[in-house]
């Protein structure tokens, strides 16, 4: 299995570099347990999703902390067919043989709840992507069941949901996302952005 | 069928929000063709491809030609089973029953070599998802080997392929990528980041 993320931080003010540079000491406590490579575009995440989501919520809190509106985006994937094995991924968060979705929503909700708090706001959106099997909208409506009962969702927009919430229940709702729905063997992706402080009204 | 996207603006500088607004009249030509819907998080454009990709690439060189830091988020999708058909919509782009994979990568090298030129350089990422077949890694690699040879194509990255050139072709190679693989009546989805003036060496 690989899994890892593209993330982006996009802090809207004149010291975006500085606030990205001392965002970036947020991934001190994560940096043995990822694989990270950057480049102008994005910085590249990989290890197991109970590292990369922490990190994940953990930058994006700190630029937001600035009080400018800053945005991250990522591009999460688990299971890519065209990517090697890596140790560093090695996890045991997708679960054994794909269990009944009742099953696994019910896990989400429950990993959900023990999601620490930020005092951060964040409004994300995201959307769920499940390859190679024929069902995959049955998985996507599953998941969107399951983010409605998790307490920040927010909408359904037209190809993704909306969430609003504080940032560890959000990162957390789409952590659960991304490993509980899909095979457990499968490729599954998401597009996420996560924004705090914007100016505009929702 | 039902295409669009949910794109987003990221000026990086104090002035973002004159930077948004200013760049906004780019889109004035294409508004008939598109529905267009803003919020806080991202802006739907709902249309066709032929119509979507020109008014992207136009707001994305207004916004750069400020001068300051850019980036252009989209998440695009095309004929996702969740969506009702619009007839604004409608297009001939994606062509009848599905050709063999060496005639869509021609049509689409085809397509990119009339894109006109802006003059503003992007710099572009993206990840193209095709569901509901068991057969999306070979549409996949089939895309990559178009790419190749787009005359635009930067390197492969994890998740992702890396673009770099004028923003008309790099527009243009993106917009050939959502019509020209997977099936026609297929769910495609693109995550799309273009970035233009980034301070940070490659």
Redo the contacts between chains.
């Keep these: 299995m690989f899994s890892?993320?593209?993330i982006?931080l996009?802090?809207?003010?004149?010291n975006?570099?500085g606030i990205i540079l001392d965002a970036l000491r947020a991934l001190d406590p994560y940096r043995e347990r990822l694989r990270i490579e950057t480049?102008?575009?994005?910085t590249?995440l990989?290890g197991p999703p109970e590292v990369l989501f922490p990190a994940m919520r953990d930058l994006f809190v700190a630029a937001s902390s600035s009080g400018e509106?800053c945005?991250l985006?990522a591009?999460?994937?688990r299971g890519?067919?065209?990517?090697p094995d890596d140790a560093i991924c090695q996890t045991a968060e997708y679960g054994g043989p794909r269990e009944p979705l009742e099953q696994r929503k019910a896990a989400a909700l429950k990993s959900v709840g023990s999601a620490p708090v930020t005092d951060m706001q964040a409004?994300?959106?995201f959307?769920l992507?499940?390859?190679?099997?024929?069902d995959?909208?049955d998985e996507?409506?599953g998941c969107i069941d399951f983010l409605k009962q998790s307490g920040v969702f927010g909408r359904a927009?037209?190809?993704?949901t909306?969430l609003d919430g504080d940032a560890g229940a959000v990162f957390a709702t789409i952590e659960a996302a991304l490993c509980r729905f899909g095979p457990p063997e499968g490729?599954v992706?998401i597009?996420l952005?996560v924004?705090a402080n914007?100016?505009?009204?929702?």
Tied chains: 1, 2.
Excluded: W
């Design positions: 890892g993320a593209q982006s996009y802090p809207m003010a004149g975006f570099v480049d102008d575009l994005s590249l990989v509106h945005v985006h591009t999460l994937s890519c067919p065209g990517e409004a994300a959106q959307s992507y499940v390859m190679g099997t024929g995959h909208m996507i409506y927009k037209n190809f993704c909306r490729h992706t597009d952005t924004s914007s100016p505009t009204r929702r």
